[in-house]
T-cell receptor, first 112, second 112 residues
Framework: SQQGEEDPQALSIQEGENATMNCSYK?????LQWYRQNSGRGLVHLIL?????REKHSGRLRVTLDTSKKSSSLLITASRAADTASYFC????????????FGQGTRLTINP | DAGVIQSPRHEVTEMGQEVTLRCKPI?????LFWYRQTMMRGLELLIY????????DSGMPEDRFSAKMPNASFSTLKIQPSEPRDSAVYFC??????????FGNGTRLTVT
């Protein structure tokens, strides 16, 4: 079964609004990563947050991590049509830090 | 940097035929991963290599699947014989020692 579970499965918002996606996981992790996938393409790494970090920013992206609740959120501010894609969280478990387990993803649609 | 290169981009074959998927990782990366993506099961890690050595093949579904990495710049994933349930998008990804993954654009396999 998948380690990470994203919520919601699909999200549709207007351009300029903020988009928030959540990820829950089951076991202790070394780090958690977020990836984006455009239709017909491979996944692209967005941001990595380590287990001892609580928040991280990169441009319009903000990621939080709550290890006590085993959950993370990805916030995209001031969304653009180009942000339309699927977003996946991936967890690196402590015992095998290179082995990433992906969630099912959130399909984000930005309406112009 | 050409990125991770996968070939072919699309493969259509008949049940029972042998299928070979190819991957060229990013030069200098020492880890290589094969993932499979389907609507039903999401992204599944099949196998990964460190320094050309298979580390974890627990995700390989059956003996019909095999993967090799004869050198640092080339890997293959072979399915023999192929079955309709093998239809999926197969991704190769590479990384350098615990850094985020770089994905290729995948091979879409259809087995009829």
């Amino acid at each position: 079964s998948q380690q990470g579970e994203e919520d919601p499965q699909a999200l549709s918002i207007q351009e300029g609004e903020n988009a928030t996606m959540n990820c829950s996981y089951k076991t202790s992790i070394n780090n958690l990563q977020w990836y984006r996938q455009n239709s017909g393409r491979g996944l692209v790494h967005l941001i990595l947050i380590r287990s001892n970090e609580r928040e991280k920013h990169s441009g319009r992206l903000r990621v939080t991590l709550d290890t006590s609740k085993k959950s993370s959120s990805l916030l995209i501010t001031a969304s653009r049509a180009a942000d339309t894609a699927s977003y996946f969280c991936a967890t690196a478990i402590i015992q095998g830090a290179q082995k990433l387990v992906f969630g099912q993803g959130t399909r984000l649609t930005i309406n112009p | 940097d050409a990125g991770v290169i996968q070939s072919p981009r699309h493969e259509v074959t008949e049940m029972g035929q042998e299928v070979t998927l190819r991957c060229k990782p990013i030069s200098g990366h020492n880890s290589l991963f094969w993932y499979r993506q389907t609507m039903m099961r999401g992204l599944e890690l099949l196998i990964y290599f460190n320094n050309n050595v298979p580390i974890d093949d627990s995700g390989m579904p059956e003996d019909r699947f095999s993967a090799k990495m004869p050198n640092a710049s080339f890997s293959t994933l072979k399915i023999q014989p192929s079955e309709p349930r093998d239809s999926a998008v197969y991704f190769c990804a590479s990384s350098l020692a615990y850094t985020p993954l770089h994905f290729g654009n995948g091979t879409r396999l259809t087995v009829t």
